[in-house]
């Protein structure tokens, strides 16, 4: 073929996939959005199609206990250690067509261009069954199976409708008891590997299709509550006042300008005001803190001086301040080893200097990484925009990343034989 003509055929392989995200993207429990949760009819359909493109690809496919959706084919000799392909397959409520999704799709086709290669590892592609944490509020329950991170509290957390996980297992057809078996002990595999959107704007401003992530941010999320006195706003001066959202305003401002300064990511993204009345002045506010930052150091220190703040806010002006940790996630450095395949795997589509940052979302080689080691490809998403419906992505784009994850893995294979 000629160079106009791979091009050409790539470009198919790419609208294809861009194909099969609109497929999936009809595929939810509300008809005028994208909502696909963990463990839903719309799961079960989702997973067969999926499971039906592996198949058409040459794979092998099962669903694993927690619901992932998986498909291998063997390397030079059946049951090699297998290096592991995927992302997830849920959504947030409202969400894009693109976030998991494409990710998965890539690495379809990936297998599917390598099938019949002489590889020294398997391959494997997953589906991840639940990484957004939407239904039950706990993220990475499919990655946490598989890495065998599963804490047995988890299947008492209920949904909006008070359905437990436990009971969603069954009415999926899953069985609670037999959980353990969807755990992968650390050599039966190689290494996992994923491409997701990048869900930030970097790629996009620097007018570049695709980038290697260096890390993936620490997180950790609060609840905060800041409790004064409710009062009558008309009969109460302001020196007696005790203004819990004033004081928990305070606190929002000092999020941001404490984020600026440290080079962190400081969100209070929901408050609630007690009791709620137009003429009441607020006498409790609980609100949210999330932190991310590329270093758990800075994310600490961040922590500390936002809360030391707090306290003093609500000293200073004769209130209350409680908070409780709700969530904490260590930063995750990629693999020095599968980092660099990856960046030759962009430099052989004509990328000379490959541009890597960390992540600032969270992703299932979080958990994935308690038994391989993991890195990541990030395409460019217009704009940034994700956790929407106008997530967008080029198919010029999706056909350089197939192009540089097939790159990767043959490089990974070459150092390995
Ligand atoms: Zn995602």
Not at 349 to 363: C, E, K, L, Q
Request: hydrophobic share 45%; charged share 25%.
């Amino acid at each position: 073929m000629s160079e106009v003509q791979v091009r050409e055929a790539h470009l198919d392989e790419a609208h294809l996939i861009l194909d099969r995200c609109d497929e999936l993207r009809a595929i939810s429990s509300d008809p005028e959005k994208l909502v696909r949760v963990h463990l839903s009819p719309e799961h079960t359909a989702a997973n067969a199609l999926v499971a039906e493109w592996m198949r058409d690809a040459g794979l092998s496919t099962w669903q694993d206990a927690a619901g992932n959706q998986c498909g291998r084919i063997e390397g030079r000799e059946p049951g090699l250690p297998a290096l592991l392909l995927g992302s997830h397959i849920d959504t947030v409520p409202d969400a894009g067509r693109y976030d998991g999704m494409l990710g998965v799709l890539l690495a379809i086709s990936v297998a599917k261009r390598l099938s019949g290669a002489d590889l020294p590892f398997a391959l494997e592609v997953v589906a991840f069954s639940d990484e957004e944490g939407t239904r039950f509020g706990t993220a990475l329950l499919g990655s946490r199976a598989l890495a065998g991170t599963w804490h047995d509290d988890w299947w008492n957390l209920t949904d909006e409708n008070g359905i437990t996980l436990f009971e969603a297992f069954q009415d999926f057809g899953l069985d609670p008891a037999r959980l353990p078996s969807a755990f992968r002990r650390p050599d039966q595999l190689v290494g996992y590997l994923e491409a997701h959107i990048e869900q930030g704007p970097t790629l996009d401003d620097a007018a570049r299709s695709l980038a290697v992530v260096t890390s993936i941010a620490g997180a950790r999320r609060f609840e905060l509550t800041m409790i004064g006195k409710a009062g009558h706003a008309g009969g109460t001066p302001f020196d007696r006042r005790k203004d819990a959202l004033v004081a928990a305003s305070e606190v929002i401002i000092t999020v941001e300008r404490l984020s600026r300064e440290l080079g962190v990511i400081g969100t209070v993204g929901k408050v609630e005001v007690l009791p709620g009345g137009v003429n009441v002045i607020p006498g409790e506010v609980q609100f949210s803190l999330d932190l991310r930052a590329e270093f758990d150091e800075d994310r600490d220190e961040a922590v500390r001086r936002i809360l030391a703040s707090a306290e003093s806010v609500a000293a200073r002006r004769g209130l209350h301040f409680e908070h409780s940790e709700i969530y904490r996630a260590d930063a995750v450095v990629c693999d020095v080893d599968l980092r660099a395949a990856v960046e030759e795997g962009i430099r052989s589509t004509g990328d000379d200097d490959p541009m890597a940052f960390w992540s600032r979302a969270g992703h299932d080689g979080m958990a994935v990484v308690a038994v391989a080691p993991i890195a990541m490809l990030f395409l460019r998403c217009k704009g940034g925009v994700s956790h929407h419906p106008d997530e967008s992505v080029r198919v010029g784009d999706v056909a350089v990343a197939l192009d540089a994850f097939e790159a990767t893995v043959r490089g990974l294979a070459a150092t390995a034989s």
